[in-house]
């Protein structure tokens, strides 16, 4: 990996070149408590002075909420179109927690079952990343994931007058060829550097005892009494797997004209935390109570995919956190899972 020191001077011609040459996402103020990655045609628009997670993950870039994936006729005989296609973007100020993100959707669309629809997204997607004190309902210190090793084109940190720049693709050293102005770090830029991390993970407020999850989750997964008290005020609304950055359920579904013959089929989000999730042919559900749905949704992210990948499905962001109506929290239920463990 290479490191480059951007002078604060130049980073504002930096971010024009690339709005005037690519189709640019980055952070923009929705209003006085959210931010959302969305098109940017003005240096000006972007805003990256947010502490709250933006509330919509980068995730919806790779993989939409709504997406079509064939168009269809049939007239004599059925004619299907793909509509596999993607532009080249860049995706700007994204923090550790949202690439991490990224790192773990690429694994789960690219392993047991290649999915075309995000391949092409993602080989066109150019990552800039951005370090930013996290909010109050982060953790993802405790997961692991506050730093990404991987997964960026170019990672930048703000040290004041200048950002620090990790390089770590190819195509993020060329990108600063062509449009920055940048100089080798030195070691006293690396100094500056490591000051800036070991006071940004100072500020994590929100903490969990991860350790031994994996086991502990077993010896409480038939605590009828701690699963009702957990998920008591839960709505089953399914918000927290919404705003997931790792979350990769979905339905699909076809919409036809009223015609009949002409249709697009779609892909759609979905939440295994709504009722009819689990319903099947014959009326049964799987999973009829929140109860259950919730221990699912906490086996999914914390032990699931430590099997599969080695890795947690939850990268700490405290999304979920922020969006439950129902004030319920999977950091305080790591910790009360090792609490009940304990006792």
């Not at 993950?57 to 939409?64: E, G, M, S």
């Not at 309902?137 to 990672?155: I, P, Q, R, V």
Request: hydrophobic share 35%; charged share 30%.
């Amino acid at each position: 990996m290479l490191y480059k020191i951007l002078k604060k001077d130049d980073y504002r011609d930096f971010l024009t070149h690339l709005i005037e040459n690519y189709e640019f996402l980055g952070p923009v103020k929705k209003d006085s408590a959210t931010h959302d990655f969305v098109r940017i045609k003005n240096f000006d628009e972007v805003d990256t002075n947010y502490k709250r997670t933006t509330i919509a993950p980068a995730k919806k870039i790779l993989y939409p909420s709504t997406e079509k994936l064939i168009s269809y006729k049939i007239e004599g005989e059925i004619k299907v179109e793909s509509t596999v296609n993607s532009s080249e973007k860049i995706l700007f100020g994204i923090d550790a927690c949202d690439v991490n993100g990224l790192n773990f959707l690429d694994k789960f669309f690219t392993s047991d079952f290649a999915d075309e629809y995000y391949i092409v997204k993602r080989e066109k997607l150019i990552v800039i990343g951005l370090d930013r004190m996290p909010s109050e309902t982060n953790f993802s210190l405790s997961m692991g994931k506050e730093y990404a090793k991987d997964g960026f084109d170019l990672f930048l940190t703000d040290l004041g007058n200048k950002f620090f720049v990790r390089v770590g693709t190819y195509k993020g050293s060329s990108l600063l060829q062509k449009y920055a102005k940048t100089q080798d770090a030195s070691e006293a830029d690396f100094k500056d550097y490591n000051k800036y991390m070991e006071e940004y993970r100072k500020n994590f407020k929100s903490k969990v005892d991860i350790n031994n999850f994996y086991d502990n989750f077993e010896i409480i997964y038939d605590d009828k009494e701690l699963w009702d008290k957990v998920a008591k005020n839960c709505f089953s609304c399914g918000s927290c797997c919404l705003v997931c950055p790792t979350c990769f359920c979905f339905n699909v579904k076809d919409d036809m004209e009223l015609n009949l013959k002409v249709g697009n089929r779609l892909r759609e989000w979905d939440s295994c935390m709504i009722p009819d999730y689990g319903l099947v042919a014959g009326g049964h559900n799987f999973r009829p109570n929140k109860e259950n749905r919730l221990k699912q949704r906490y086996r999914c992210k914390l032990k699931t995919f430590v099997d599969r990948f080695n890795t947690y499905a939850c990268v700490g962001c405290g999304r979920c956190i922020e969006t439950c109506m129902a004030k319920i929290s999977i950091a305080d239920d790591i910790n009360l899972i090792k609490k009940e463990v304990s006792v």
